[in-house]
Every structure is written in C-alpha cells, then in structure tokens.
C-alpha cells in the first residue's frame, strides 16, 4: 500500500504545485506591492524623477511622422520634433517655432523663413534649414514619405535651403497656409539613413534623434510610451523629468488610475462622459477641466454622391436634393434639448461650422437667417416643398412611397444613438421616419455614397482651412472608384470661390471676413447641420501637477492642443501625504496577505503528509 | 521438426495478434486519421479566414485613407503595395502560398508584418490566459471532485452555488469591481493592485518580473473566477456518472479508505470530459480575452483583434483569425491523441 501511495502521489504533486502556483503569485502581488506602490509612480519615480503621467487610449499607428495620422502619435511628434511654426496658446495665431520669421514675396509665390540657430538635436548637432529643406524634399519625392502629410506639399514647387538659417519654399499659386505647416521637421543626418520610408516606424532604436521639448526613450504597444524633458530645448526645459502616456484600453479603468493616483490626468476618448465626470467632481486632489472644445458635431445631409467626372453614385433620398426639406429638418431638431439631456451641460449649442472657441472665424448666423426650432414652421416647409402628409400621417416623396431616411451613426458613440432616437421622435412628428443604421465601420457606406443622413463630427484647427477644403468640389473623389478627401460631397461653385479667395488672401482680417462668408453659405445650403460644440471633459490630479496651460489659456483644453504647451508647461507639485498613507496600508496588508496564504499553504502541505502517514498505516 | 515447428510457431503468435496487438496496430492509424482531419481543418481555415473577411463590404484601402487627402496615384500605390490590385485568385494564391512559410503580409495600419504584431501580443495573452488557465482548471478539478463525492451535501451546495453564480457574471463588470475594491480601495481598503497595464515600465530584471506579476493578480483572478465553474461542473458531473459503478464498490469492499477510492479509482476514470473540456480551453487560451484585456488594458492578441477588426485591417484580421482557429484545431487533435492513453477503447 505504502508503495501504491507513492507510485500514485503524482497527481497529488500536480494539484500541490496548481495550489503553490496560485499561492505563490498571490504572494507575488503581495511582495510587489510594497516595492512598487503605485500612486508613488505616478509624481515620481524610484530614482526621485518627477514623472507626469498621462492615460491614453488609442494605439500609435506609426511613431514615423511621415506615417503617423492618428492623434496620439502626432501629438507625441509636437513633442519630438519642431515644426516651422508654432500657434501662441492664448489666442491660436502663428508664432515662431524652428523659424523666427517668415515673409512672402510680392508676388506671393515664394516663402523665406529664417531658421533659428539655437535649436539642437538631442545628438548635439545643429538643427538648420538644410533639415526643413530635405524633410519637405522627401515628402515631394517619394510617396511613402507623403503618406501622412502629402497634402502640406501639394502646392509646392520648389524647396531650398541657401544658408543654415534660411529656408526658401516656391509655390505654384499662393497659399495663406504657410505658417500653419503642421509638419515635424526631421534630422536629416538620421532620416537620410532610413531606405523605406513607407515601412519604417521609427520605433526600435532608442532615444530617437528629435529637437522637441521631449526626446522619445520608449515604446512598447499599447503598453506605454515614454519621453524624458529635453534639458537643452531652445524654449526651456520641461518641468517635469518624465512623460508617460500609459494605456487604458477601458475609460472607466482610467477614471479609476487617476482617483488612484496612478495616473495625472485623463481626458478620455475624446471625452469623459457626464457620468464620470460628475463622480469626479468633488473627489479630492483632482480637478475637471470642462472646457470649450474644439470639435462640431453635425448632421450631414447626402447632396447626391457624385465624382470630379461628374459621374454620380450612391442612394441618397431624392427629397434631400431640396434646400427647403433639409431646412425643415433642421427647423424639427431641438438642440437646446441635446445640450441638456444628451451632452448634460457639457457641450454648446451649435450655429456656424467652426466653434467659438476660434474667436478670429467663429460665425453665427443673424436673427432672420437662423434656423431656429420651429416644428410646425418646419411641417408648413414641408408641405410647400411638395412633401405632404398621406391618410396615415407619414409624409410622402415624389415616388408616392413614404418618407424613410437612413441615418448612419458611429456604434461606438453613445451620443450619436441618443440623438438617434430623439431625431425619430421629433421627425416622426413630422410624419418621417429614421432608420438608425450604427454600425462600427461608417467609412464604407459614407464613401459610397449609400446614406440619406450621417452624424459627422471634426475637430478644427486654428487654421480652418483643412476642414473648409472638405466641401470643396476640388475634394471630390476623381471618379466614384476612388476615394477623395470630401466629406460630404458637397459641390458648390459660389463656396468654391469664396474658398480659392480665402486660400489666396494674406491678410488675417480679411481672410476671416472670407471664412465667415464660406460659412454662411454652408449654413443655407443646410448639407451640414452644426448641432453641438461638445466640451472637451478632462481632470487631472491637483497633488502631482500645480499648474497647466490650457489652451487657449483662458479657458481650453489640455488634451490634444495644437502644440506642446500643456506638457511643456506642467509644472509638479508637492507631493501629499495622504496616497503615502494609502500605500503603506497597502503594503501591510500585502504583508499580511502573503503570511496568511504561507500559513495556509504550510497547513495545507502538513494535512497532505498526515493522510500519506495514515495511508502507510 | 520444420513440419511440426510451423503451427507451434502459429500458435505462439496467436496470442500477439490478439486484442493488445490490435490496439497496438490500430493506434498509428486512429493517430494518423486524426493528424490528416487536422491538417484539412487547418486547410479549410486557411481558406475561409481569406475569403470570409473579404465578404465584409467595402475598399480596405479607401477605409484605411478615408478622411485624408489621397490622390488617385497614391491609392493605386497603396493597392499595388498590398496586393490589391491582383486578381482574386491571385491574391487568393500568394495569401496561401505566403501562409504557409509563416507570412501573413503587412498589417495596413501599422505598416508592420502581421507576423510581428502577433509575436508581440501572443506572450502577453499567453502570460495572462496561460496563468488563468493552470489555475482554474487546477481549481475546477478539485472543487469539482470534492462536490461530486459529497454531492447533496453543504460544501457541494456551497460550491456549486458560488461557481454558478461566478460562471454568470460578466467578466468585465467583475473586472471592473475588483479594480473598484481591490486596485483603487474602497472604505478603509487600500488600493493594492494597479488598475491596469502589464508593466509600470522602466523597470528590469527581478523588479520586472515582480511589476508584471503585480499587474497580473486582479486579471487573473477576474478570469479564474469566472471560468472555474465550468470545469468544476463538468467534473462534478462525470464524476457523478462513474460513482454508482460496481468497481468502485468493489474498491470499498477491498476496504480501501474513501479518499483512496476517490483519487485512484473514481477520478481517472472520471476524466474524459474534463480532458476535452481542458484542451478547449488550453486551445482558447491563444485567442486571449478581450473584455478582460479590454479592461485590465492587458496588451494581448484579443485587443488587437479587436482593433485590426474596426478597419478592417485584412492582414492582420486573416493572420489572426489563422492563428486562432490553428490554436483550436491542435489542441482538440492533441486531446484526440491523448484520450486512448486514458482509455484504450477510444481508439478500437
């Protein structure tokens, strides 16, 4: 029997390694507890380096920057690299960044930076004009290197660099853009190595050459990047000696990093929702910054999918092909409403395409050009268009059937489905239906052209002009096989002329008077039904950062800004006692944790030999 | 002697070629039976993970561009460089062709080799669901075998009840509230565990180890306690049909001690079901788990799935998907090969 015992103690051992296994990473945790207590990490690091972490969310697509589009990775690019120009956080206009200055010919053709001679790579070499000069070079001459922002170098001819401090750009037509070139310029001795620039991601090899106010030390997917201060940045160096951008895949885990103090601040995906910013509201040592944001959001109408070759597509509702219906559809959606009860506060009413927090464009209509809610004004548009109610109170097309729109909306944003159903109840007042069609993959159907209506949404960047070429004919897809830049397809000569007018005008004042006139237009053409300015929700730990600049500074965002100045500016604070306190309970109980399951496991191992002593009996 | 020595040699053979030779023989067969199913099982995903995501609507490469400025060359560069402006059949051909030296071709958003991306998640998942896994199927089978051999009684009530209930929940809101209690600390309860992640970062060696091991508890025991039950269950279960058996019986009135009957007796004969169970779950192990990835921001293959599906990001959807299914498929081959070591009549 003895023998018999032993020659079956086998799956007993395995069972006993199973229990050790999970006691041992019990105690694991336990022990790692008080080596690493967490919210400690997050203001400074074991060697008393203050690090300012920041909780993300999307992937980096590429850490190349003539790859990367998303806006995490371009926004760690602001980091790593100069950009020609830079906009002051106060107010958006350009002011200097790798260039000082900058001057156009008389005949507005031709562009003369002078390049700063105090920026340095973090290799120690001189950053010069040869640098900008190669960097725009290889974006004119090999696709790869286009990829990301082909489009800033569409309209250049010729780019020289005379000296080291002087960058010379050639257009083939003017171009009031040329100070907000949003490009990373890159260290030619470094990049000149690279043989594929459509398959290099710039992320092996670290610290990565740059001239930012951060110098890239690490990366590991979608677990964290890291950047550590650039001490020798012509602007100054960085406050803090670290950031960390860590992954939250999930928004609530984030929320609860920073109640924690793993994290310093969270700005969510693109923002926190009502709910989570209401819980964290009163929590102590975090403060919610609820700022004007710099996204619309919109509801596009399909004006009829065509190509550049006139060549049309799609199945867009014929009744939207009339100004009147696409008013009265407007004239039905209570905004008022979907700032109170879907955005909760948190957002602003819509009016012009650009929000008011780009003071210089921002445009609202006038009293009698306002669409303002009316649903028996927008019934009365309706039946004048032709578009009358049958036996059964559902309005009808010229076709006799009635009317359905199909509204594509993102599955992944609650807002677009809450606003989905209110869009059902108030036009189904109005005897139409709505089809929400919310699917994960908009992009599909929308390039297709197989939409009626679509919740659209873009954030703007102090120069407009990219979000006003998406309405431009030029913007259209060549023909319906390929993809072009639109966003709605909309066409219209008179905002066509306004749009060339504006890209050829260099003085601010009267580019904006320009805009604004673009943006009037848009408005009456009702293809793009500006409904909210959303907030841009974010909180941060007061007890690791003091202070940080918004933008723009008054009231603005932290998250995403177009420049580096919120984590240039950070500055840490003293640290408190009170997660200190926390911690250390941590560790106690960690403690205690590993001696109980010891103790357990000591008690469990002495019954297992008592058995076999009484098995051998 | 020659004569008289044929049927004595006959006669000695007869024996080998009984049932124990014929179990012999019959193994390679019923082996090679089961590795040449696998092989055509793998074939046929190969097939269906090229052509089933390619039935998702729509230009991967207009997706992939939309919202930007992309001139018509730049698109059909794009297509040329990823092979779609070939002929289906051709695609169709270099995708196997490619497959089977172990290229699944460049993911389109990442600009990276499937390969690589997969390399790179596929230890996370497997640290994650690998440690999960050892422990709750350790766990299962013993709760399981406990509860069946006292069946009706409280610990059973008790085990059962708490495995169900745990079986029940959703794995994230579970996640979610031990990240609540556990990580960021409720009332008195400090916050012991971080709140997500794999790593703090910036650390090495022995510090590493326990940074990842620290990140790893409230994953773990997320996933422990939600798929514990089911092996618990399973085993409870078979173990209940095999206790009424006259050779269990038999084993007691030999007066074996009850433990005894339970663990040498009872228990292996018990274990079929468990062993399926363990392998489809060892096969499932590779695939990872995104709602718990999702929520413990666990860097692993079920994450990536997730996103190479919101592009769709074909090769990366199809590499994925391959190494999935082919997880699957060895696995439930390798617990076709193992079930005739357990019982000899499987194979017959």
Request: glycine letters at 8%; proline letters at 6%; a positive charge.
């Amino acid at each position: 029997m003895g023998t018999k015992d032993q020659t079956r103690s086998l799956p007993r051992g395995l069972r006993l390694v199973a229990v050790a296994g999970a006691a041992a990473l019990t105690l694991t945790a336990g022990l790692a507890t008080p080596l690493d207590p967490a919210p400690r990490q997050a203001r400074a690091a074991d060697d008393g380096k203050k690090v300012l972490t920041v909780a993300v969310a999307q992937s980096v697509d590429s850490l190349s920057p003539f790859l990367a589009v998303r806006l995490l990775s371009t926004s760690i690019h602001r980091l790593m690299y100069e950009y020609l120009t830079n906009y002051d956080p106060k107010d958006n206009h350009a002011i200097p960044g790798l260039a000082t200055k900058w001057e156009p010919s008389p005949d507005k053709l031709t562009w003369t930076y002078t390049i700063r001679s105090n920026s340095k790579w973090s290799d120690g070499k001189q950053a010069t004009a040869e640098d900008a000069a190669w960097t725009f070079n290889k974006m004119m001459t090999d696709s790869g290197a286009a990829t990301a922002n082909g489009s800033y170098v569409g309209n250049f001819k010729k780019v020289t660099a005379p000296s080291p401090t002087k960058l010379v750009i050639e257009l083939k037509k003017p171009q009031a853009t040329m100070t907000a070139l949003d490009v990373p310029i890159v260290p030619k001795h470094v990049w000149e190595k690279v043989s594929d620039f459509s398959e290099f991601n710039n992320d092996k090899s670290f610290p990565v050459v740059g001239n930012g106010p951060f110098v890239l030390t690490g990366y590991k997917a979608d677990s964290y990047v890291r950047l550590k201060a650039n001490k020798s940045f012509w602007r100054g160096s960085p406050k803090f000696d670290e950031l960390v951008f860590r992954y939250y895949k999930d928004q609530d885990a984030a929320v609860s990093a920073l109640r924690k103090g793993e994290v310093s601040f969270v700005a969510g995906s693109p923002s926190l929702t009502p709910a989570q910013a209401a819980s964290l509201e009163g929590a102590e040592n975090i403060k919610v910054n609820d700022a004007p944001g710099r996204r619309f959001y919109a509801l596009a109408t399909n004006p009829g999918a065509k190509a550049k070759n006139g060549e049309k597509f799609g199945d867009g509702h014929p009744s939207l092909l009339d100004q009147r219906v696409r008013n009265a559809l407007f004239k039905a959606v209570d905004r008022k409403a979907i700032i109170d009860k879907v955005f909760q506060g948190h957002a602003v009413e819509g009016e012009g395409y650009i929000p008011p927090r780009f003071s210089q464009y921002f445009w609202k209509p006038s009293g009698s050009q306002k669409l303002t809610y009316d649903p028996a004004e927008a019934a009365r548009m309706l039946d004048q268009a032709g578009y009358e109610k049958n036996g059964d109170g559902k309005r009808v097309g010229k076709d006799g059937k009635p009317i359905s729109y199909r509204v594509l909306c993102h599955a992944t944003d609650p807002n677009d489905k809450a606003v989905g159903k209110y869009l059902q109840e108030w036009w189904g007042k109005l005897g139409i239906g709505v089809q929400l069609n919310c699917l994960d993959n908009v992009t599909d159907p929308w390039l297709a052209g197989k939409y009626d209506l679509a919740f659209d949404g873009w954030s703007v960047n102090p120069d407009p002009d990219f979000v006003l070429s998406i309405h431009t004919c030029g913007a259209l897809p060549a023909t319906p096989k390929d993809t072009g830049a639109t966003d709605n397809f909309i066409c219209d000569k008179k905002y066509d002329e306004l749009y060339a007018q504006q890209l050829a005008e260099y003085d601010p004042a009267k580019r904006a008077d320009i805009v604004k006139q673009m943006e009037s237009r848009l408005y009456d053409l009702g293809y793009m039904n500006v409904m909210a300015y959303p907030n841009a929700v974010e909180a941060y730990r007061t007890d690791q950062i003091k202070s940080i600049t918004t933008m723009p500074a008054k009231a603005g965002n932290i998250y995403g800004q177009d420049g580096y100045w919120s984590w240039w500016s950070a500055v840490p604070a003293q640290s408190s006692g009170s997660s200190d306190t926390a911690s250390s309970t941590g560790v106690v109980l960690g403690i205690v944790g590993g001696v109980v399951v010891l103790a357990g496991l000591g008690v469990f191992a002495a019954m297992r030999r008592r058995s076999t002593a009484e098995d051998r009996e | 002697m020659t004569a008289d020595a044929t049927p004595a040699l006959v006669e000695e053979r007869k024996p080998a070629a009984g049932p124990r030779a014929r179990r012999r023989s019959a193994y390679p067969r019923y082996l090679a039976g089961k590795v040449a199913g696998a092989a055509v099982s793998l074939l046929a995903v190969l097939v269906t993970s090229f052509f089933l995501f390619r039935l998702i609507p729509g230009d991967p490469v207009k997706t992939m561009t939309g919202g930007r400025q992309v001139s018509a060359e730049q698109l059909a560069a794009y297509r040329e460089e990823f092979g779609l402006d070939l002929p289906l059949w051709r695609q169709f051909t270099d995708y196997c062709g490619k497959a089977l030296t172990g290229d699944f071709g460049t993911s389109y958003q990442f600009r990276a080799p499937v390969v690589d991306k997969i390399t790179e998640a596929l230890p996370n998942t497997l640290l994650l669901t690998g440690t999960a896994f050892v422990l709750y199927t350790a766990l299962g089978i013993f709760l399981g075998t406990r509860s069946a051999w006292r069946r009706g009684g409280l610990g059973d009530r008790i085990n059962t009840g708490l495995a169900l209930t745990l079986y029940s929940i959703p794995s994230f809101w579970l996640g979610l509230l031990l990240i609540i209690v556990l990580s960021v600390g409720i009332g008195p309860l400090p916050g012991m565990f971080p709140t997500g992640g794999m790593e703090s970062g910036g650390k090495e060696g022995f510090a590493y180890v326990l940074d990842v091991a620290h990140h790893l508890v409230l994953p773990v025991v997320t996933l422990v306690a939600v798929e514990y039950g089911q092996t618990l269950l399973v085993t409870r279960s078979a173990l209940l049909d095999e206790m009424g058996s006259d050779y269990l019986t038999t084993a007691r009135a030999k007066g074996l001690r009850d433990d005894l009957v339970r663990r040498r007796h009872a228990v292996p004969n018990a274990l079929l079901p468990t062993v399926t169970l363990i392998f489809i779950n060892l096969g499932r192990t590779v695939a990872g788990v995104i709602l718990v990835e999702t929520v413990f921001s666990w860097p692993g293959l079920g994450g990536l799935f997730y996103q190479a599906l919101s592009v769709p990001d074909l090769p990366l959807v199809q590499g994925l998907f391959f190494v999935f299914a082919a997880a699957v498929i060895v696995m439930n081959t390798l617990a076709d090969l193992v079930y005739p070591l357990l019982d000899p009549r499987v194979a017959r």
